[in-house]
Nanobody, 115 residues
């Protein structure tokens, strides 16, 4: 499974960004899709998850609940809609896929929230 994240950028506090994660390869083996983030000098933090079940059950970290929405646009593309962004949301964002055998990671996309 190969993952490619995109959509990061610079945004003012209160603004919105839409991150996309394009998956290719053996996507049929994917169980969950997650977004993580890592700020400089900090550990990687889990942000959101969407399951591969037909309902696409979603889960969120408390820090982003009510502001971020994860969704599956297509079988290959997972989206993280980020609204009401705060300076503390500044980080490199990574998409990750858990399959039946291992976890895969894509390269990060930088999100900077600053006035």
């Amino acid at each position: 499974v190969q993952l490619q994240a995109s959509g990061g950028g610079l945004v003012q506090p209160g603004g919105s960004l839409r991150l996309s994660c394009a998956a290719s390869g053996s996507i049929i083996t994917i169980i969950n899709m997650d977004w993580y983030r890592q700020a400089p000098g900090q550990e990687r933090e889990w942000v959101a998850r969407i399951g591969s079940d037909i309902d696409g059950t979603t889960y969120y970290a408390n820090s982003v609940k009510g502001r971020f929405t994860i969704s599956r646009e297509t079988a290959q593309n997972t989206v993280l809609q980020m609204n009401s962004l705060r300076p503390e949301d500044t980080a490199a964002y990574y998409c990750s896929a858990r399959s039946t055998v291992r976890r895969y990671w894509g390269l990060g996309t930088q999100v900077t929230v600053s006035s």
